[in-house]
């Protein structure tokens, strides 16, 4: 792979593409994953006699091997091996010899990725309805300290009536409530299993794709196999929620740069949330509200 655009640029920029396209950027964040549904799949296929004792030890020592190496970040990946997969089969094999290539029995990359993709948005759901929930007790803290703290409510950025500023505070942490019960409900469509569904119409191998799911932490398995591996919908719906839920935090946050003004100074926010101006030294920029109110423009072209 010494040349990836036929001349038409300079040997810098094709260096520069193959340093970046090497790294498999994207990919890597399923590599855990991927051990984790490898890991259950040959389990799996030595419970149903389709791999030996023996060979489902060694593909299993291999692959704690391979996880080893990612979580400690010594993993290398390579664009010539394709994908992630491509890229622990290949390790497994270097590492344990042509039997590695056995662990692919009974599955294809298809309902592979597919899994992965169920586990990591399994994963990442929970981490963040756990987040949310820190969200909403730094806002009950607040309240709490807060509830004969009266504050103007505003319609059309006019002020309309006096306000607990608890009351203000509380509505956010209604928003997200709503939010995170959203996340908790889309987990019952993430926790699908499409191992065993093969490329669109299954295997041929005595496999058990309800024995995989039980492994994996599923809850139930796909009935249709080309809905298996065709299904995205679970993505565009955690999508949807996070734009909510980025809605929401761009409100709060616009509201924190402004309660933060010298006009309003209804708030000061601790200097770790703010920066310095590089000339005015009066000024203490709200950049983390400011930051955050940016980045949802991110999630709704993600959706």
Known sequence: ??????????????????????????????????????????????????????????????????????????????????????????????????????????RSRNDQVATDMHLYLNRKTKELIGLMNSVQEALLLQAKDNVETIIPGYTHLQRAQPVSFAHHLLAYFWMFQRDKERLQDSLKRVNWSPLGAGALAGTTFPINRERSAELLGFDTVYPNSMDAVSDRDFIVEFLSIGSLIMTHMSRLSEELVIWSSQEFHFIELDDSFCTGSSIMPQKKNPDVPELLRAKTGRVYGNL
């Open 1 to 106: 792979m010494t040349k990836l655009w036929g001349g038409r640029f300079t040997k810098e920029t094709n260096k520069l593409v193959e340093e970046f396209t090497a790294s498999i950027s994207f990919d890597q964040k399923l590599a855990l994953e991927d051990i984790e549904g490898s890991l259950a799949h040959v389990k799996m296929l030595g419970e149903c006699s389709i791999l030996s004792p023996d060979d489902v030890e060694l593909i299993t020592e291999g692959l704690l091997q391979i996880k080893s190496k990612i979580e400690s970040g010594t993993m290398e990946y390579s664009v010539e091996h394709e994908d992630i997969h491509m890229n622990i089969e290949k390790q497994l094999i270097d590492l344990i010899g042509p039997v590695g290539g056995k662990l692919h029995t009974g």
